[in-house]
């Protein structure tokens, strides 16, 4: 059963180990920090996903409650009380009839929001914590967005305004290859929602998330291939008497 469900636990070791990998490699690097806030999300969403796991007590018990004080204001205060005193042959009985019909249909449309109450009480908070996930993935795609593979073999001189280009291709490789993997984790991390709450909208709300990780993890795998030509490349023009 340990490989049938998602481990939190396991999602944040995982995470962590990244950040310390990161730290090692690329120490006062932007991806470093972002790769500790991410241990950190992964830390809340962790927390979340198993709080919601569990029934919300006190909101069973207000449901509960409501239903009770529904149900006895319907059996004696409202249509079933006039309906036992009229006459039946009078024309009232079809009034009667029809206020009792709209009653039981507006009072069951009331309980079933009430029994929903809970669902959507927990989608509102995942959808909390998917857009800090949503938000995360976003950050990492622009800490990538300038480390181009062409640019190592462009030969072209940098202006004022161009960004810092100083990874050679193995650390290019390594520096986009942590990128993947945190958006990989992101999208693990949103996978533990649709693990502790089991409802439609938010699968479909995770199964977003995760494509999106996946879209831009696949740029960034297209960037990777690219740099092994880019790196030949440049070594042909250094060479080049």
């Not at 409501?66 to 079933?80: D, E, R």
């Not at 795609?141 to 593979?149: A, E, F, R, S, V």
């Not at 502790?196 to 795998?221: P, Q």
């Amino acid at each position: 059963m340990q490989y049938r469900r998602l481990d939190p636990d396991k999602i944040l070791s995982t995470a962590q180990k990244l950040e310390k990998r990161i730290g090692e490699r690329f120490p006062d690097s932007g991806l470093h920090q972002v790769a500790g806030e991410l241990v950190s999300l992964a830390g809340d969403t962790a927390s979340d996903a198993a709080r919601l796991n569990q029934p919300v007590w006190w909101l069973r018990v207000v449901i509960i409650l409501v239903i009770l004080a529904g149900s006895v204001t319907f059996g004696f205060v409202g249509t079933l009380l006039p309906f036992r005193q009229i006459d039946a042959i009078s024309l009232d009985f079809v009034q009667e009839i029809e206020s009792l019909i709209n009653t039981v249909v507006l009072g069951g449309l009331g309980l079933f929001m009430l029994l929903r109450l809970e669902e959507r009480f927990k989608r509102h908070a995942v959808f909390s914590g998917l857009h800090s996930l949503r938000s995360m993935i976003h950050i990492i795609d622009m800490h990538q967005l300038t480390k181009d593979p062409a640019a190592i073999a462009s030969g072209l001189p940098p202006t004022a305004n161009s960004p810092k280009r100083s990874f050679g291709p193995a650390q290019l490789t390594r520096y986009l290859d942590y990128c993947s993997e945190m958006l990989s984790i992101t999208g693990k991390l949103a996978a533990l929602y649709a693990q502790s709450v089991n409802d439609s909208v938010v699968v479909d709300a995770v199964n977003d998330i995760e494509s999106l990780g996946t879209n831009l993890s696949r740029k960034i795998w297209q960037k990777i291939m690219l740099i092994r030509p880019a790196d030949k490349l440049a070594v042909g023009v250094n060479s080049t008497p």
